[in-house]
């Protein structure tokens, strides 16, 4: 039997708050190989090249084997393990960001259809490779794998999304949501009422239509928005606290500083320090083996 072997990598921070890679890499499992059940912060997709496993996404297991792959979406409990016999080798790539959501409804994989098999040719085994090896602590780098992830995602669009999206689903309301809450995330006086309205449905069916296609509340994902967006404002335009807080729709300071804490962790002050040490290529700058 060949030898169980992971390359990966993990980008310790991101400059782009609309689409960033998280991680990604290549594994051949050791029989038995096991993650989970837990959950991710982050998308991640996995494209089986060879051997067989089983995923599971809390509701039902999938046996899966070469040519299939399984998405994994953010707070969702999933597990996933290695065949005994005959143990899988996949790649795998971790992404989140603002866009994330919409992008990968236009794959056709959902909650209710996470898995997919795809044996054309080696095209997605090929892709994954090319983010996996874009890696770099460069902007450029960033830049590569940013655009190897769409490459990606664009390839799921065109084999699995023509039916993805019908003429009249919900997801018309969902995007047009996030838009309004991408241009708006910086007023105080909006709430979840104001983006239903926006988009000419009840907060109820908002918020089902929320939870269905990104896994989100319409607050929690207002919430995450405004979050994402103090922290680059912290970490690259060197904001105090309260700047960042005013400039994405928090007026009250104290109120920010612990739904920060609750989202990324550590107090805005303290997370800032630490992004831009790491910035500075500090140890916490340098990359680090990640699991998939």
């Known amino acids: 039997m060949e030898k169980s072997f992971k390359k990966s990598v993990t980008v310790p921070f991101h400059d782009s708050l609309g689409l960033a890679v998280y991680r990604s890499g290549q594994q051949k499992c050791a029989p038995g190989y096991s993650w989970g059940p837990a959950v991710r912060d982050h998308y991640l997709i996995h494209y089986v090249v060879s051997g067989k496993g089983v995923f599971s996404d809390g509701n039902r297991e999938y046996r899966l084997s070469a040519n299939d792959g399984f998405l994994a979406l953010p707070d969702h409990i999933i597990s996933y393990r290695a065949d005994q016999e005959d143990p899988w080798e996949y790649y795998w790539v971790g992404f989140n960001g603002t866009d994330a959501p919409r992008l990968v409804g236009q794959t056709g994989l959902s909650a209710a259809q996470p898995v997919f098999h795809y044996e054309k040719d080696s095209l997605l085994r090929e892709l994954l490779e090319k983010i996996f090896l874009s890696y ?43 838009q309004f809450i991408d241009y708006n995330y910086f007023r105080d006086d909006i709430d979840v009422g104001d983006i239903a309205a926006h988009a000419g449905i009840s907060r109820s069916h908002l918020y089902r239509l929320f939870v269905q296609h990104t896994a989100m509340t319409p607050s929690e994902y207002l919430t995450r928005y405004r979050i994402d967006r103090a922290a680059t404002l912290l970490k690259c335009n060197g904001l105090s606290v309260g700047e960042a807080a005013y400039s994405t729709g928090f007026s009250d300071q104290l109120y920010f500083s612990r739904v920060f804490k609750k989202w990324k962790g550590l107090p805005p ?13 500090g140890p916490e700058g340098k990359g680090r083996p990640g699991s998939p």
């Open 136 to 178: 770099g602590p460069s902007h450029s780098s960033e830049a590569r794998t940013q655009a190897g992830l769409l490459c990606f995602l664009a390839a799921l669009m065109d084999e699995f999304g023509s039916a993805a999206q019908p003429a009249h689903s919900g997801y018309d309301y969902v995007k047009k949501s996030i």
């Open 269 to 281: 002050s303290q997370w800032a320090a630490r992004e831009r040490a790491a910035a500075r290529g």
